[in-house]
């Protein structure tokens, strides 16, 4: 983790030397993390997509074998395993995100000149108690809702849960780090918004 930090820090400070600007340089980073982390990220998406094709056939398991738990888990992972799909991955991006945000956060420690810098009237080293952690715990809600299968209610607590854990720690960390987050997670939600509908399959689900 100190070497990842190490990394952001050199980062940051190569791209401010471009941008003279600290919060152009945190929202350029985090554009570039983001670009290297696009392949994996478009693999999730695709088994994002695969599982929203696949919810009729999901719909219909938990329906048909509704009282028996044990049954219905063991179908349900069959028909994860046949299609190669992974149930948690419309929250995986998510997960895969916190090792650079701790990262990023211990280079804020370290990174002397960003405590201080301003970028739009807001101190990038302090807290910012209003527009950013608002928009932080914002946009990780709609990100988790473009995300989620039509009809999955087993994430339905994490889609609001989870976006209030974001904005309280907005609330209290330095402004670059929410900074950081709602850029991350609107380049997220245009991902999700360039990609193709998943199709239905209506005639799998009446076949069931």
Do not use: H
Request: net charge positive.
């Amino acid at each position: 983790m100190s070497f990842l930090a190490e990394v952001m820090m050199k980062g940051i400070e190569v791209l401010y030397q471009l941008t003279s600007s600290y919060g152009l340089a945190v929202i350029l980073f985090t554009v570039v993390l983001r670009l290297v982390l696009l392949p994996l990220s478009i693999s999730q998406t695709r088994s994002m997509l695969k599982q929203q094709e696949l919810q009729p056939l999901i719909n219909q398991i938990q329906k048909k074998y509704k009282n028996d738990p044990k049954k219905m888990n063991e179908e349900l992972a069959a028909l994860f395993k046949e299609n190669k799909v992974n149930p948690l991955g419309s929250c995986l991006m998510l997960l895969i995100q916190f090792p650079f945000l701790i990262a990023f956060l211990q280079a804020l420690e370290r990174y002397e000149p960003l405590k201080d810098a301003v970028f739009l009237g807001i101190t990038l080293g302090q807290p910012e108690k209003v527009v950013l952690p608002v928009l932080a715990g914002l946009t990780t809600f709609i990100q988790f809702k473009v995300s989620m299968p039509a009809g999955e209610s087993g994430q339905g607590a994490m889609l609001y849960v989870f976006p209030l854990v974001i904005w309280w720690m907005a609330m209290r960390f330095a402004a670059a780090l929410s900074l950081y987050w709602v850029v991350s997670n609107i380049w997220s939600i245009g991902e999700r918004f360039l990609l193709p509908k998943p199709r239905v399959r209506k005639e799998e689900a009446k076949g069931t």
